[in-house]
């Protein structure tokens, strides 16, 4: 069991920047994907961006160009910068871990969200 927890969500008006940032609590070196989600209110949970072991990353077309996404398996964390930040994109944000085990397992795990406002 993995446990996720996040933090740098806040209160931000549109325009500005916010860095999120979420710590594991095992070895992420062998993690195959960590990344970001959000879900807005009366929303489906949607992917935000996602980096890979090696260091691929993917990121949703609404958030191209002003987040980036990074990881720092020697902390255990995932990172999350996010600047010109619009109102749309309010919402609670989870930190997420999945892959598979050399045995095939897979496994996904969340954290318990951190809520970021954008005001106009």
């Known amino acids: 069991q993995v446990q996720l927890v996040e933090f740098g969500g806040g209160l931000v008006q549109a325009g500005g920047s916010l860095r999120l940032s979420c710590a594991a609590s095992a070895s992420t070196v062998s993690m195959d994907f960590m990344g970001w989600y959000r879900q807005g209110l009366g929303k489906q949970r949607e992917l935000v961006a996602r980096?890979?072991?090696?260091?691929?990353?993917n990121y949703a077309d609404s958030v191209k160009g002003r987040f980036t996404i990074s990881r720092d398996n020697a902390k255990n964390s995932v990172y999350l910068q996010m600047n010109s930040l619009k109102p749309e994109d309010t919402a609670v944000y989870y930190c997420n871990v999945a892959g598979s085990t050399w045995t095939g397992r897979q496994y996904v795990y969340w954290g318990q969200g951190t809520q970021v406002t954008v005001s106009a």
């Open positions: 980096i890979s072991k090696g260091g691929s990353t």
